[in-house]
């Protein structure tokens, strides 16, 4: 099979927005998005005459903190340097990045592959400014004939981070950019919001045959704008690639693009080497130098990270790796799991109700946790109603929709609902009275053996209390009845 012939070796370079306050090189606020073109400019970002850079230390404590939480060695000198090329968005004629000496190599990430985890190295990661964005208005309704640049972009700041080629499939390279956002994420350094720009992904794929070892052409695949397309675009580029060399044709070293209409690549242009940029060292920039102090301080700074954060989940709590897994996915929602246990200890009560039932509601709304009007105690009284019985599992999900949109607590829910469970022994026995008489055909079928119908005598008393009896009282009454008569 063509499939098991051909071999994938993936390599991803990936372009990461930094969350500070102003730009790298100037104090023009970086909050962008959305914003009205060229409002959040000045003389130095839009590279006039004159016009000198002064680095930002947010940008190199984000930098450190997102090499460090990638195991990555800081190198304690680092430099910067222009990358030379022209683009309309590129007022300066450079970029300003960091090639010969990068602020950080040699890191790692594990991703889950299976059972096991899968190391993927990184071969360094480097500070660098963004350039503008062109806005071409060529669409058919307007027929309009011309570009319109926005530079309100230049100057954000970024880290690159290109990995080794050890990712083998688009499979992995999903893996490893959703694990890399959620590290971004947890250290508050990137929003990782790929359909607004703020984490993009360049891949390098090559494809080898496994008998002859004949390898293809690198093809550069660029513009992957969402987790979705990065799997995608792969397996498309791969699809393509293997189909020609089953073919014998040439595969062309080129930078493709993913366009999302077509759900296919297409050429872009013809791969440019890296000395066609003439990198020089940025005169106007002194060497970066940072002590081992203010490494170490960083390091304290940061935070548990996702995987500690699992395993700890899983012995502290006794949690599945699966809920672990799910609880610890954001920094905020394993806070907001936390801060229910220290208030309740019944791990698991709270994790089965934040996994089946908040997450479905947050998932619903589209928002985060701290977005909306549920409070730890919310969850907290929810689960201490289930544990005492008091409610049903099936309630708990009505009630804490309530509680999620209106922000009223959960009791006062139960009250005015009337939701509260019963388990009125005396009550129960009426009506599990009055069932069995109309049903007399499934008591029958009892006393022949058909121990299954006391789940049918249960459902009907639960209907007869329109599902607020307690089914666990109910069936016990209804098995005990059954036997004596
Ligand atoms: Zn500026």
Known sequence: MIEDKYGITIGLE?????????????????NVFDREPNSSICPVCTGQPGALPVLNEE??????MAALALNCKINRYSRFDRKNYFYPDLPKGYQITQYFYPIAENGYLNIKIGEGNKKIRIRRLHIEEDAGKMLHSSDNITQATHSLVDLN???????????????????????????????????????????????????????????????SSRVEVKNINSFRFVEKALDFEADRIKKMMEKGERVEQETRGWDFSSRSTVSMRSKEEESDYRYFPEPDLPPLIVSEDYINELKEKLPELPDEKIQRFQSEYNLLEYDATVLSSSKKLADFFEDCVRLYNNPKRLSNIIINDLLSLLNEHNVEIDGTKIRPEAIVKIAKLIDSSKISASNAKSILEETFKTGKDPQDIVKEKRLEQIDDEEFLNKIIEKVIQQNSKAVEDYRKGKKGVVGFLVGMVMRETRGKANPKVVSQMIESKLNES
Not at 15 to 25: G, R
Not at 59 to 64: F, I, L, M, Q, S
Not at 194 to 212: F, P, W
């Open 14 to 30: 990936i372009h990461a927005q930094l969350l500070t306050s102003t730009k790298i090189f100037c104090s023009c606020d970086a």
């Open 59 to 64: 940008v190199v404590r984000k930098a450190v």
């Open 153 to 215: 972009r230049c100057g954000i700041p970024l880290i690159e981070i290109v990995t080794e080629p050890d990712i083998e499939s688009p499979i992995e390279a999903r893996l490893f950019m959703e694990k890399l956002r959620d590290i971004l994420r947890y250290i508050d350094v990137c929003t990782g919001d790929m359909e607004k720009g703020a984490l993009r992904c360049d891949a390098n794929i090559s494809i080898y045959n496994k008998e002859t070892l004949e390898r």
